[in-house]
């Protein structure tokens, strides 16, 4: 194994960490059958340590790999399309779609074939290689998961015309407060040609631009450096037609964690189930009997961008029984639990960037018993880069060093509710240890100060950053009573 692109590890290329070597598994749309979540436990038993995580891109990572991957093993996972068949591709970020694409009673378009043919376009042009590994491509069917509002370069957003025509708007370097929408709408048939057209202009411009030393250029350097609208004129030139012009009308969707729980599918008779995986992380024997209750619905489970499962294609009759397994391996099915909504980075130990261990601190969480009526999304991350999650959470806790007499130690800046920076207002800094008696104050005064069904974003974006501050200071303790929040 290699580990020439730490920042953007693959497969075949994967990344040190302190913990061992990092390796990232692509899967396409986030669908994998039951062969593949078998093959992946045996990979993770085999070469690493017994864990998978899923990621905010719907990926798998293998994490503490200290025994080599075999090339037996690889060409293994090759045959099962869970490796890539052109190793030089093998960085580029995987291609991201609604977890319940095909099954959405609210879909427009069933992306999955176009997941599928995008990437077998990207298995068989080399060529591809040149481009930076983050280069990323989302399709939004118009299903009621929506994943329009995840950072991405290119989105196709399902949409339709007045004219009830539906196709796809074009969205260029997405970003959660920014749809990306620039004004063009492609039928279901172009929307591939488009993409690889497109994906040859950034081509084009990376091969004038990168000479081979540092980093290669993202897409977002060739919107900056072109503009879009001569990005769009390459592209119609490529194309040998003119693309159509429509106003902008997207914005984008907040983070929701609707699709945990069970949900009515399109298909008469059958729903599907969504699991929280508290920080996304799968036991391989949890993974391995996973993958033994798809066989009796379809086959497949599908990984979302949420760091959490979807068990589609479920007969009603069987959701008693399926929910009933799904708590004997640990896992539960609704939003409303404190970990549900709960991310972290690798952090310090699998990371060189992380400034803590965000993984440990965040599971102190878990222990909180909290009395949620609504996801509350609270973030870790070991540093600035926001790896984990780029949209905004209702709580977020960014990595630094702080001074203690004459020692260092781990803290973190806190950040609450949308406004000032990606992250939200900073409110204050803590050290690692406060982190957890800091968060059980601030639910408290939550749920105590909060107006009827208001949620948390809502209920610190309305007051000041001088309210926020003297109730969150340390030293205002009043409203930690043990009746509402216990450790």
Same mark, same amino acid.
């Given at each position: 194994?290699?580990?020439?692109?730490?920042?953007?590890?693959?497969?075949?290329?994967?990344?040190?960490?302190?913990?061992?070597?990092?390796?990232?598994?692509?899967?396409?749309?986030?669908?994998? !059958?039951?062969?593949?979540?078998?093959?992946?436990?045996?990979?993770?038993?085999?070469?690493?340590?017994?864990?998978?995580?899923?990621?905010?891109?719907?990926?798998?990572?293998?994490?503490? /790999?200290?025994?080599?991957?075999?090339?037996?093993?690889?060409?293994?996972? +090759?045959?099962?399309?869970?490796?890539?068949?052109?190793?030089?591709?093998?960085?580029?970020? @995987?291609?991201?779609?609604?977890?319940?694409?095909?099954?959405?009673?609210?879909?427009?378009?069933?992306?999955?074939?176009?997941? *599928?043919?995008?990437?077998?376009?990207?298995?068989?042009?080399?060529?591809?290689?040149?481009?930076?590994?983050?280069?990323?491509? &989302?399709?939004?069917?118009?299903e009621w998961v929506s994943v329009r509002d995840r950072r991405n370069d290119?989105?196709?957003?399902?949409?339709?015309?007045?004219?009830?025509?539906?196709?796809?708007?074009?969205?260029?370097?997405?970003?959660?407060? @920014?749809?990306?929408?620039?004004?063009?709408?492609?039928?279901?048939?172009?929307?591939?040609?488009?993409?690889?057209?497109?994906?040859?202009?950034?081509?084009?411009?990376?091969?004038?631009?990168?000479?081979?030393?540092?980093?290669?250029?993202?897409?977002?350097?060739?919107?900056?450096?072109?503009?879009?609208?001569? &990005?769009?004129?390459?592209?119609?030139?490529?194309?040998?037609?003119?693309?159509?012009?429509?106003?902008?009308?997207?914005?984008?969707?907040?983070?929701?964690?609707?699709?945990?729980?069970?949900?009515?599918?399109?298909? !008469?008779?059958?729903?599907?189930?969504?699991?929280?995986?508290?920080?996304?992380?799968?036991?391989?024997?949890?993974?391995?009997?996973?993958? *033994?209750? !798809?066989? +009796?619905?379809?086959?497949?489970?599908?990984?979302?961008?949420?760091?959490?499962?979807?068990?589609?294609?479920?007969?009603?009759?069987?959701?008693?029984?399926?929910?009933? #397994?799904? #708590?004997?391996?640990?896992?539960?099915?609704?939003?409303?639990?404190?970990?549900? #909504?709960?991310?972290?980075?690798?952090?310090?130990?699998? &990371?060189?960037?992380?400034?803590?261990?965000?993984?440990?601190?965040?599971?102190?969480?878990?222990?909180?018993?909290?009395?949620?009526?609504?996801?509350?999304? /609270?973030?870790?991350?070991?540093?600035?880069?926001? &790896?984990?999650? +780029?949209?905004?959470?209702?709580?977020?806790?960014?990595?630094?060093?702080? *001074? #203690?007499?004459?020692?260092?130690?781990?803290?973190?800046?806190?950040?609450?509710?949308?406004?000032?920076?990606?992250?939200?207002?900073?409110?204050?800094?803590?050290?690692?240890?406060?982190?957890?008696?800091?968060?059980?104050?601030?639910?408290?005064?939550?749920?105590?100060?909060?107006?009827?069904?208001?949620?948390?974003?809502?209920?610190?974006?309305?007051?000041?950053?001088?309210?926020?501050?003297?109730?969150?200071?340390? *030293? @205002?303790?009043?409203?930690?009573?043990?009746?509402?929040?216990?450790?």
């Amino acid at each position: 194994m290699l580990s020439e692109l730490p920042t953007c590890p693959g497969l075949f290329y994967g990344s040190s960490a302190q913990d061992g070597m990092l390796a990232r598994m692509r899967i396409p749309g986030g669908i994998l !059958t039951d062969r593949q979540c078998d093959a992946i436990a045996d990979l993770a038993d085999q070469s690493g340590a017994g864990y998978v995580q899923v990621t905010n891109r719907a990926n798998v990572q293998i994490r503490e /790999i200290h025994t080599p991957i075999t090339p037996d093993v690889f060409h293994r996972l +090759q045959t099962l399309e869970l490796a890539a068949q052109t190793i030089s591709l093998d960085p580029i970020r @995987n291609i991201m779609a609604s977890p319940t694409a095909g099954i959405d009673s609210q879909m427009l378009i069933d992306t999955r074939p176009l997941v *599928k043919a995008l990437d077998d376009y990207l298995q068989t042009h080399p060529k591809l290689a040149a481009l930076s590994p983050k280069f990323s491509v &989302c399709f939004d069917g118009g299903e009621w998961v929506s994943v329009r509002d995840r950072r991405n370069d290119i989105g196709l957003v399902a949409h339709r015309l007045p004219s009830s025509e539906i196709g796809f708007r074009v969205c260029l370097n997405v970003e959660a407060h @920014n749809s990306g929408d620039v004004g063009v709408f492609v039928s279901e048939n172009q929307c591939l040609a488009f993409i690889a057209a497109l994906t040859q202009v950034y081509l084009d411009y990376t091969q004038g631009y990168y000479s081979g030393k540092g980093r290669k250029p993202r897409f977002r350097h060739l919107l900056a450096s072109w503009d879009v609208e001569s &990005c769009l004129e390459r592209v119609e030139h490529l194309l040998g037609f003119s693309l159509r012009r429509e106003a902008s009308l997207l914005r984008s969707s907040p983070q929701s964690y609707n699709h945990l729980g069970i949900h009515p599918q399109r298909q !008469t008779g059958l729903s599907y189930l969504g699991i929280a995986v508290p920080l996304g992380r799968l036991e391989s024997w949890q993974l391995r009997n996973l993958a *033994k209750l !798809t066989r +009796q619905n379809s086959g497949t489970l599908r990984l979302t961008p949420w760091q959490t499962i979807l068990f589609p294609d479920v007969a009603d009759d069987r959701l008693g029984n399926l929910e009933g #397994a799904i #708590a004997d391996l640990g896992f539960h099915t609704s939003a409303t639990h404190f970990e549900s #909504a709960l991310v972290a980075c690798s952090g310090r130990k699998g &990371c060189a960037s992380g400034l803590t261990d965000t993984q440990t601190q965040a599971l102190g969480l878990v222990e909180l018993t909290a009395h949620l009526d609504q996801p509350l999304n /609270i973030h870790f991350s070991g540093c600035e880069k926001s &790896c984990a999650q +780029q949209t905004p959470s209702d709580i977020a806790l960014v990595g630094i060093e702080m *001074k #203690a007499g004459n020692s260092t130690i781990e803290g973190y800046d806190v950040y609450v509710g949308t406004r000032d920076s990606s992250f939200g207002r900073r409110i204050r800094s803590v050290s690692a240890l406060e982190v957890t008696s800091l968060i059980k104050q601030m639910l408290q005064i939550y749920q105590q100060q909060r107006m009827l069904d208001e949620s948390f974003k809502m209920f610190v974006d309305r007051h000041s950053m001088d309210q926020l501050q003297q109730w969150f200071s340390s *030293k @205002n303790n009043q409203y930690l009573t043990s009746h509402s929040i216990t450790g």
